[in-house]
């Protein structure tokens, strides 16, 4: 029962299961053959600005994405 | 008979036409065979030409976007129906219960109605202009260039993660648009409850109560699975949601354009037929002229 109270690690990490349910896709995307791994990893792209509100205005937009532009 | 009727015609315009004023200025300087006003010799059509012009551009430019919608929709519309087996098995497992109470509420995209304590996370631009005019104090997060690529699982889940990060909440409710058809889709909310509440639900015996029935296996307890089961249950409700949401947009952006370039269709229908008529009256106005003003000279 002891290895039941602790949190995985993942979590101790400070991700939340998508983060690391992600980190383990792109690990099996990585494991593909040619072609169907490009194909794969054009699916992960990210690309999108965030910004917080703080009283009613919103803050300076961070643009979150892994092409360089 | 008919020569003389024209006569007649011919004669009773002169006396209307004289009083014009510019007819009478023009008559002073031009020679004799060009006394008659500008107006009934030669209709100017080149502003309905101009008018013809352009609504056959814009009804072009129309043509074309819908072609694009349609394309993009069928990319989407699959991708879409595909996305639905992702959230189907989590309402079978832990129900899409809108009415479950709850204190704090965290709503995506546009919704309506004061709730106990609710704060926006709002995808787009759309939602954004509507809800910064009334409750913009509850915004928390604004999330834009969502479609820079095509929509995919990866991105969505980044997002989702950041608003778990970022929103502290007992229930998230996904408010979209559900694609139906090209012309119809309905505003829809799922729920997603946070696994404390879900406990609580639980135990209570309302209507998660079934959820005891599960055996849990492997080393984790309860909780902790209910907590990976509820971040990955709101990535995938937001991934089927931002889906249904993109094919909804472009199906109404089809339906629209549709219909945009059908009414550029009539309405140059219309100026096509004034402007034919403007052009046979100018033509028959001329005729007249000429036949009266060679029958004068006979008689």
């Known amino acids: ?69 | 008979m008919a020569m003389a009727a024209l006569r007649r015609e011919g004669r009773r315009f002169t006396p209307l036409i004289s009083p014009n004023p510019i007819a009478a200025v023009r008559s002073s300087i031009m020679p004799a065979e060009e006394q008659v006003p500008l107006g009934v010799r030669s209709i100017s059509t080149q502003i309905v030409r101009n008018r013809m012009k352009s609504v056959k551009s814009i009804q072009k430019i129309t043509k074309a976007m819908k072609m694009v919608a349609a394309s993009k929709l069928r990319a989407i519309q699959s991708k879409a129906e595909n996305s639905r087996g992702l959230w189907q098995p989590f309402t079978a497992l832990l129900g899409d219960t809108p009415s479950v109470e709850v204190k704090k509420d965290a709503l995506h995209k546009l919704t309506a109605g004061p709730d106990k304590e609710t704060k926006y996370v709002i995808l787009g631009e759309k939602a954004k202009a509507q809800l910064i005019r009334d409750s913009k104090k509850d915004i928390v997060l604004n999330i834009t260039e969502l479609q820079k690529n095509p929509l995919n699982y990866s991105q969505v889940s980044v997002i989702a993660d950041d608003i778990l990060k970022n929103v502290e909440f007992d229930a998230l409710r996904v408010v979209f648009n559900k694609f139906q058809s090209v012309v119809a889709y309905l505003p829809t909310v799922s729920t997603v409850l946070s696994p404390e509440v879900v406990e609580k639900e639980c135990e209570a015996g309302g209507k998660l109560g079934d959820l005891d029935s599960y055996e849990v296996e492997g080393g984790e307890t309860k909780s902790e699975i209910l907590q990976n089961l509820a971040e990955f249950q709101f990535s995938c409700v937001m991934f089927n949601a931002v889906l249904e949401n993109a094919c909804s947009e472009q199906g109404a952006r089809m339906s629209a354009m549709d219909s945009s370039s059908r009414n550029a269709g009539e309405m140059l229908d219309r100026l096509t037929l004034s402007y034919n008529r403007t052009r046979q009256a100018s033509i028959t106005t001329e005729l007249i002229e000429i036949i009266s003003g060679a029958s004068a000279l006979e008689g």
């Open chain 1, 1 to 69: 029962m002891a290895s039941n109270a602790a949190v995985p690690f993942w979590r101790a990490a400070g991700m939340t299961y998508i983060t690391y349910s992600n980190i383990c896709a792109s690990m099996v995307r990585n494991c593909l053959k040619e072609p169907y791994k490009t194909e794969a990893i054009s699916r992960e792209k990210v690309h999108f600005s965030v910004s917080k509100w703080a009283d009613g205005k919103p803050e300076r937009p961070t643009v979150r994405t892994d092409q360089p532009e």
